[in-house]
């Protein structure tokens, strides 16, 4: 029966929650973080997807594949950048040899730079008695093909993914994992007249996609597998 007094009913009853308040706390706390996790997260998918960072893999259309491949086949012999006398301390340093390796290249490059000089022009007046003539010596087949280095460049033409690549010229190896930056190191020049290049690991996936550069000259390969060795005719003005 409710109590009256002065003709006013009587407040209603306050429900106590069961909840304990510290509980309530505790959960509005866990709302707001999840809540600021969830934009972190996207903010942090905006600007890696903005920047590229979220390609993943080689993504080369069968169109330019086959543009990239008969290009390739089209090309001359790419003209490579000689290494000059002064720089050739820095190159040989810088081509990851062993120090063994490296003195034997120096003395290599020093004993076939000297390329025998060509004969003097004579004319009727100065024509020497031929009976007396020493015989000159035959230029070696070292002399002939003598040893020079020239400079390149190995990169990444598309997405810098992890492709690795190896590359083969006289003799001399290296695996370069590919930047779009790119590599620059030296290389003695094949006596074949032709660079190899064998696609070692794909990276991401897609193809491996490799350039060449040397001074101004540059060559796109083609998409390229894991173990496929692709031939660059090469020359040095």
């Known amino acids: 029966m409710n109590d009256h007094r002065n003709g006013e009913p009587a407040a209603a009853p306050i429900v106590q929650s069961s909840r304990p308040r510290s509980a309530t706390l505790s959960l509005i706390a866990k709302s707001l973080f999840a809540t600021i996790l969830l934009s972190g997260a996207m903010a942090i998918a905006s600007y890696t997807l903005s920047n590229g960072i979220g390609q993943h893999g080689d993504d080369v259309s069968s169109s330019e594949l086959q543009a990239r491949l008969a290009a390739f086949r089209a090309l001359k012999p790419l003209a490579l950048s000689q290494v000059s006398t002064k720089d050739i301390d820095s190159a040989v340093q810088g081509m990851q040899l062993s120090s063994t390796a490296a003195v034997k290249l120096k003395e290599d490059l020093l004993k076939t730079s000297s390329i025998a000089p060509s004969p003097p022009t004579l004319s009727p007046q100065n024509i020497p008695d031929t009976r007396q003539q020493v015989p000159q010596a035959v230029p070696t087949q070292a002399q002939a093909l003598r ?38 190191f030296a290389i003695p020049v094949p006596a074949s007249g032709v660079v190899n290049i064998t696609g070692i690991s794909d990276g991401d996936g897609g193809g491996i996609t490799v350039g060449l550069a040397s001074g101004g000259a540059k060559a796109i390969f083609p998409i390229m597998s894991e173990g496929q060795m692709l031939g660059l005719r090469v020359k040095v003005n």
């Open 147 to 184: 040893l020079r280095l020239v400079w390149i460049t190995l990169w990444d033409t598309d997405v810098e993914d992890g492709d690795v690549v190896r590359i083969e010229s006289q003799g001399y190896s290296r695996t370069v994992r590919l930047t779009k930056k790119g590599d620059t």
